[in-house]
């Protein structure tokens, strides 16, 4: 069964790192995907916003992925501070040696990122804070400590 390892990294410098340790255990590098916010975006049109429909389109990517929705959102969050996603995918050991590798570099934790994100005041004091509810992920695997994710397919 495949696994895809994903990581996300600082810079770029990081995530080359990363591809090339990748390579070095044995990845072919169309096992491997890194993925960046362009510099350049070309508009489709008059109402063009390619930062927004990029981001709209990586969290709809990484929610089909099976990734859930906070955590699509502190991945693009990540990416759009300049971060870069690197996706391995393997089978059996293979992944889990990519996920190794992508901790070994300083995958950044999600919670980190969400941890970034601003608590906003609210107008209506008296109102009971919403309850969250987590969702159950079937298919991630995720070790404690660790920055990457595996997602299993």
Do not use: C
């Not at 590098?29 to 916003?49: F, Q, Y």
């Not at 906070?70 to 089978?91: I, S």
């Not at 609210?122 to 159950?136: I, K, L, Q, R």
């Amino acid at each position: 069964m495949a696994k895809t390892a994903v990581g996300l990294f600082e810079n770029s410098e990081l995530a080359d790192e990363v591809v090339r340790d990748l390579e070095a255990s044995g990845f072919l590098r169309k096992d491997v995907r890194v993925l960046s916010e362009p510099r350049e975006m070309a508009g489709s049109g008059l109402m063009s916003t390619p930062h927004t429909d990029f981001e709209v389109e990586l969290t709809r990517d990484l929610a089909a992925f099976g990734v859930l929705e906070g955590d699509a959102e502190a991945y693009v969050r990540g990416v759009r501070r300049g971060g870069v996603m690197v996706f391995a995918t393997g089978l059996g050991k293979k992944a889990d040696t990519a996920t190794e590798i992508m901790n070994r570099h300083g995958a950044v934790e999600l919670e980190e990122i969400n941890a970034l994100r601003p608590d906003l005041p609210t107008s209506d004091e008296g109102e009971a804070t919403p309850v969250h509810v987590p969702s159950v992920q079937i298919g991630r695997v995720r070790s404690p400590g660790s920055g990457a994710r595996m997602f299993v397919w």
